[in-house]
């Protein structure tokens, strides 16, 4: 039994078969060049490295944001409730790579027994009391014959792998919600500033015209066509602040706050500063940087090593038990010679009686990677077409915003020309409302195209996950569970 155990301990300590497919990471074409990435267009030139490999949110040179982003990086509630789960991801792998190793216990029992004649089937015997105390190990050893051990810690360390990336895609998501919701904010301190402009200036030429009237030049129809001008933009302005306040509260919340307790927010500041360009990098970069691409991969790898967990069972499982101790009757005779016992068994663990379950375990987990390899593959296509069109999209809103400031200072022009003309009296007042409910346009329509640029430069950022904190640090073997 000595040589027996003995050599089925050094197979087990050398095998290096893993029954089951060994993972190998899926290969995804991609194009040398995002197809809408217009400012990088000639694909033979040299490769700069991206824009958002930087803390994105600190190129738009704006302290207040730089700051609400650290503060929701620290204390938001969502990201530690994902930190969590990574923890208890990380602790089921310490708790797998422990199954490679023997189980030992230790357990001792001290009593007191008193036998009854009967015991004793009629053999003369005097009652007498006996004590008894037991101290012994036990250590029972899966021998890994055929890999079902090593396989589940492999689909372990992918899983917890999986989880750090999960943390890092909700931080990308967390950061986006920040800034996207501080742009919309500053944005819309922007429109209502100008709501508030074209208010005064309304009620401005509503006081001109009533001075109008009061000297007999006008009518009652100009100065109530003017003060209903006047009124439709005062009623703007309560939307505008409403807005405000929601924007104030969400940002309070993503910061780990109540909402109403952030200060400094009421204060109108201007959009932040947008980058001149942004360099997306290439298709191949981007994939490698999503944490979502990396946490599909990861499940992917988890799930073909559990085809080899599954597939084990069609094999022995060979374990290995013992036990060292000693038992007396007496307290003094613990520990010696004649007190010691021992024990060692090889026990095997078969299902080939049922080796239908087993294969159908087997399908099922074949099953279940083939649904996770299609998973990460439309993982791959999503985060490609939310670059490219993160990338048109603000493209285009830079080019909107170039057409909308040149029509505000156009109609800005203009309804500065037709007050003076109407002061004049060179045209009436019909032609200077209307230049005014223009210029508002124009101006709104300026202010909210610069909120979309801000938020198309944060949507981008944001589809290409560069830039972002670390991820929780995982055992070193982690970073190369799906590579």
């Given amino acids: 039994m000595n040589r027996l155990i003995t050599a089925l301990v050094l197979t087990g300590s050398v095998a290096g078969c893993a029954v089951g497919p060994d993972f190998q990471s899926p290969v995804t074409q991609t194009s040398a060049r995002f197809a809408r990435d217009e400012a990088h267009t000639d694909a033979g030139t040299a490769v700069a490295e991206p824009a958002a490999d930087q803390a994105f949110w600190q190129s738009f040179d704006d302290p207040r944001l730089t700051q609400l982003v650290e503060q929701a990086l620290n204390a938001n509630n969502d990201l530690r409730t994902a930190l969590a789960s990574y923890d208890r991801a990380n602790a089921l792998l310490r708790e797998a790579k422990l199954d490679q190793y023997p189980i030992v216990t230790a357990s001792g029992q001290a009593g007191h027994q008193r036998f009854s004649k009967d015991q004793a089937f009629g053999a003369p015997l005097d009652e007498r009391n006996t004590y008894t105390l037991s101290l012994q190990s036990n250590a029972i050893w899966e021998l890994d014959l055929f890999g079902r051990v090593r396989r589940g810690v492999e689909a372990q360390r992918a899983e917890t792998a999986a989880n750090a990336a999960d943390f890092s895609a909700l931080q990308v998501a967390i950061v986006g919600q920040v800034a996207s919701t501080y742009v919309d904010l500053r944005g819309t301190q922007e429109r209502l500033r100008v709501a508030r402009e074209n208010a005064q200036n309304q009620l401005q030429t509503l006081q001109i015209v009533q001075k109008r009237l009061d000297a007999g030049r006008g009518s009652n129809f100009d100065s109530a066509r003017a003060r209903q001008q006047y009124e ?4 703007r302005i309560p939307a505008f602040e409403a807005r405000i306040a929601v924007d104030e509260h969400r940002l309070a919340v993503l910061t780990g706050n109540q909402p109403g307790t952030l200060s400094g927010l009421d204060q109108p500041q201007p959009l932040p500063n947008l980058p001149a360009s942004i360099d997306p990098g ?13 946490a599909a991969e990861y499940r992917l790898h988890a799930a073909t090593a559990r085809v080899g967990v599954a597939t084990a069972d069609l094999f022995p499982r060979l374990s290995i038990a013992g036990m060292i101790g000693t ?9 010696t010679a004649d007190g010691q016992q021992s024990l060692i068994a090889l026990g095997v663990d078969w299902s080939f009686l049922d080796v239908g379950r087993v294969r159908a375990r087997v399908v099922a987990a074949r099953a279940d990677a083939s649904g996770l390899l299609a998973q990460y593959q439309q993982t791959v296509l999503l985060a ?3 670059t490219e069109n993160a990338l048109v999209v603000y493209a285009r809103a830079q080019a909107e915003d170039e057409q909308l400031q040149r029509a505000a200072n156009d109609a800005a022009e203009a309804a500065r020309l037709a007050r003076i003309r109407y002061e004049d009296g060179l045209i009436d007042l019909f032609e200077v409302l209307d230049a005014e409910r223009q210029l508002l346009q124009a101006q709104d329509a300026f202010a909210e195209g610069r909120m979309r640029s801000a938020g198309a430069a944060v949507s981008l950022y944001r589809a290409l996950a560069g830039g972002w904190p670390q991820r929780p640090a995982a055992d070193p073997a982690i970073q190369n569970a799906a590579r």
């Fill in 282 to 294: 290439t298709p191949a970069n981007l994939l490698r940087r999503r944490p979502d691409v990396a």
């Fill in 384 to 386: 490609l077409e939310d």
């Fill in 232 to 235: 439709s933009t005062l009623a």
């Fill in 327 to 335: 038992q007396a009757f007496a307290a003094s005779s613990l520990f």
